[in-house]
């Protein structure tokens, strides 16, 4: 779907789109101080870049269409605001590991995340958070 450059979006069309959806709650995250998750974005100086911000054409134009209805918008860098070289879709597992409280182990050069490692292990990721609890790094989580 072409996106003309007019600023009324419900007007011509963008509400239906699901994009718009992401682009009005990320809009509402950063500068409505009422908004729930507020306090983890404006309020911790997350904005959106001045072409997002101003108008969702823009924001369409540099990410273009979802890929699927199960993905989301993500910050590559969490200390960084919203913008087209910072933001991907990714699926809601991806965005999921990409928190600030993620821990990440690296074993043999590769780093992943405690989950991930869990499953190539196929260790109970409660196990080796118990065993990380307890002292234990690296590869000897997962043994």
Same mark, same amino acid.
């Not at 069309?13 to 500068?31: D, F, I, Q, T």
């Not at 997002?52 to 054409?57: N, R, S, V």
């Not at 499953?119 to 990380?132: D, F, G, V």
């Given at each position: 779907?072409?996106?003309?450059?007019?600023? /009324?979006?419900? =007007? /011509?069309?963008?509400? /239906?789109?699901?994009? !718009? %959806?992401? @682009?009005?709650?990320?809009? #509402? +995250?950063? !500068?409505?101080?009422?908004? *729930?998750? !507020? *306090?983890?974005?404006?309020?911790?100086?997350?904005?959106?870049? *001045?072409? @997002?911000?101003?108008?969702?054409?823009?924001? !369409? $134009?540099?990410?273009?269409?979802?890929?699927?209805?199960? /993905?989301?918008?993500?910050?590559?860098?969490?200390? %960084?605001?919203?913008?087209? #070289?910072?933001?991907?879709?990714? $699926?809601?597992?991806?965005?999921? #590991?990409? %928190?600030?409280?993620?821990? &990440?182990? %690296?074993?043999?050069?590769?780093?992943? $995340?405690?989950?991930? @490692?869990?499953?190539?292990?196929?260790?109970?990721?409660? $196990?080796? =958070? #118990? &065993? +990380?609890?307890?002292?234990?790094?690296?590869?000897?989580?997962?043994?």
């Amino acid at each position: 779907m072409a996106l003309k450059g007019n600023k /009324h979006a419900l =007007k /011509h069309g963008y509400a /239906h789109l699901p994009e !718009y %959806r992401v @682009w009005l709650a990320m809009k #509402s +995250r950063c !500068y409505n101080v009422t908004a *729930k998750d !507020y *306090k983890y974005y404006g309020a911790k100086g997350v904005v959106m870049s *001045k072409p @997002w911000k101003e108008a969702f054409e823009n924001f !369409y $134009t540099d990410m273009g269409p979802r890929p699927s209805k199960d /993905h989301q918008i993500d910050r590559t860098r969490n200390d %960084r605001g919203y913008s087209a #070289s910072n933001c991907k879709w990714v $699926t809601r597992l991806e965005n999921m #590991s990409n %928190r600030r409280n993620t821990v &990440r182990i %690296r074993i043999d050069g590769v780093t992943k $995340t405690m989950k991930e @490692w869990s499953a190539l292990y196929n260790i109970n990721y409660e $196990t080796a =958070k #118990s &065993r +990380r609890r307890a002292g234990l790094k690296g590869k000897k989580i997962f043994e």
